[in-house]
């Protein structure tokens, strides 16, 4: 009976003695950049870590970690880092490990999107964001913007409304001054920011505050359930952004434009006029109450509105195209008159009269053409003018649009 106990205790320490063996092979294997056969000792060894100890196994789960994180299988390492500090792990480098991990995760992000593997890099940088959630709501950030680009909404719309619950705001500072040799712009960490404030290198110091991203966010949630015929919903997000932040350019603008989807273009008015109280010199919002008032048949208050749209932003080709266009709408009634009437004398007489009355509104078009053409050769602009010049029988204007359109 001793002989046995005895016998069993030998081969115990001998067992024992080898899975720590195999392990300390497989590790000084991987630490010298040999993954694959690192790799494959722990498969011919796999029967031998079946009985190991916690503290064995605890090394081996480590290393897997590892070698997954080299093969770029990052999920499955970050799950095995996980289950090593779960069972008691302790290792001095594990913090950084997973900093490491991380990093390669974000890396490879990057290069999914710069291949547009968008659907790919989403799901690495959520993967990245889940590591560490409360320094990297960054990556979550990113993530739904790549899902967005991938058109995967279900997932862009669950990373939204994480950052809406966690209210990410993603604002950033940087620090830069202007190099006194150079007299270029540089930008520092605010360690070396607050060093060269003391030196005479560089001058023009200056912090530079990021907007918030909150606003962004609501206004995507509030398109993505749009366009996803959620309108509910989508109505519902802005809503509750705008209770906290009534006065955001960007939610009113997010709010509009769901009633112009919605066909409520008296609520769209409403809020577009709000939007030009906050932003007065902006001319693609009088641009966009131009077009609103366009469709309701509101010929003079869009008129006006196109007008001002101008005067805001001379370079604005729609701007000045879809004044043409409202202007030449006038012409339609007299078209439509001039081919109901008749060949006696009166409706004759009437009929010269029309005929002034069209050539007075292709009249009033051709300097608005031609502002346009002097400021860009838009070919639709110089098709209209040409057809313009034709009827009004300007035989030199029309040559003249003539050789442009060629």
């Known amino acids: 009976m001793k002989t046995n106990i005895v016998l069993l205790f030998i081969l115990s320490i001998s067992l024992s003695f080898g899975q720590k063996k195999e392990i300390k092979k497989a590790i000084k294997l991987f630490d010298s950049g040999d993954v694959s056969g690192a790799t494959s000792l722990l498969e011919s060894s796999a029967a031998i870590f079946e009985l190991a100890d916690a503290k064995v196994l605890n090394q081996k789960i480590y290393l897997e970690a590892k070698i997954d994180q080299a093969n770029k299988n990052f999920e499955a ?121 003391k030196t005479k290198e560089y001058t023009d110091f200056r912090e530079e505050t990021s907007e918030s ?86 010929a003079s208050e869009a008129r006006g509105y196109y007008e001002k749209s101008i005067e805001l932003n001379p370079d604005s080709e729609s701007g000045y195209l879809n004044l043409v266009s409202l202007i030449l709408q006038g012409e339609t009634e007299i078209v439509e008159e001039m081919n109901s009437l008749g060949n006696s004398r009166t409706d004759n007489a009437r009929y010269e009269v029309l005929k002034i009355a069209r050539e007075e509104i292709y009249k009033e078009c051709v300097p608005i053409l031609e502002k346009l053409i002097g400021i860009s050769k838009n070919e639709e602009a110089v098709n209209t003018l040409m057809n313009i010049y034709g009827t009004l029988g300007d035989n030199e204007g029309f040559m003249k649009m003539k050789g442009l359109l060629e």
Do not use: H
């Open 213 to 298: 991203k909150f606003p962004e966010i609501v206004k995507n949630i509030a398109l993505i359930y749009a366009q996803l015929g959620d309108d509910e919903n989508a109505m519902a997000a802005v809503k509750e952004a705008r209770k906290s932040n009534p006065k955001d350019l960007n939610l009113i603008l997010t709010e509009a434009n769901l009633y112009i989807q919605l066909n409520e273009n008296d609520r769209f008015e409403e809020l577009m006029k709000e939007a030009i109280a906050q932003d007065p010199n902006n001319g693609s919002l009088y641009f966009n109450l131009g077009v609103v008032n366009a469709q309701r048949g509101n």
């Open 77 to 197: 390492a970050f799950e095995k880092y996980q289950a090593f500090k779960a069972s008691g792990g302790v290792d001095t480098g594990y913090d950084a490990q997973l900093q490491t991990l991380t990093s390669d995760i974000v890396n490879s992000a990057i290069e999914d999107n710069a291949e547009k593997r968008f659907a790919q890099a989403a799901s690495k940088l959520f993967l990245a964001y889940t590591i560490n959630t409360e320094t990297n709501e960054d990556y979550l950030y990113y993530a739904a913007s790549s899902s967005v680009n991938a058109a995967d909404y279900d997932a862009s719309l669950k990373y939204y409304n994480l950052l809406k619950d966690i209210n990410y705001e993603g604002i950033t500072t940087r620090f830069v001054a202007k190099s006194v040799e150079s007299g270029e712009e540089v930008e520092f960490s605010e360690t070396e920011f607050n060093l060269y404030k």
